[in-house]
């Protein structure tokens, strides 16, 4: 099997039941959590010295599959994506913000490479919300997905947080910088 088709060499690609542009909303929120995923997937191997994490982070991935199904299915019959995956990030979020110092200021994305990488995942998972949120006022979407990715975004700071902390790192402290004249050139 060959991994090219050409039958997008005109601008469309196949969804479940039928074809689209390839520039089509429901393409840009799927192919924007299909990013999440494979930065995700760079998490996955930088957080080889924490087992439980890294599983974690691999159950997120094969969730955001569903999420893209979901996404790509144009009349769908069964939706994959259900509220219990959601409470398992909030029972997975309390975990680790029960397991690092509270929150008194605003965090700067950094630290570790880990953290690093799951402030990036985070910040691009909510590119893939707002993506859904604009899809959701074109089509009918489910619901739970919107749900799912907001999640998701919070378990991803709690995760980066929770990596500097389990590696001695503090969080990078925001630090207002005084206002500066505009130049009158």
Known sequence: MKLYTRTGDKGTTSLIGGRVDKDDERVEAYGTVDE????????VVLAQEHG???NRLQTIQHDLFDVGVD??????????VSSDKAKRLEGWID???DSTPAITYFILPGGTALAASLHVSRSVCRRAERAVVSLSKLHAINPEVMIYLNRLSDFLFAAARYSNHMNQVSDI???SQPAQEPSKD
Do not use: D, M, W
Request: hydrophobic residues 35%; contains cysteine.
């Open 173 to 175: 402290r925001y630090e």
């Open 71 to 80: 996404l790509a299915t144009l009349a769908p019959k069964q939706l994959k």
């Open 36 to 43: 999440v995923n494979s930065f995700i997937g760079q998490c």
């Open 52 to 54: 439980q994490l890294q």
């Open 95 to 97: 975990e680790l913000s």
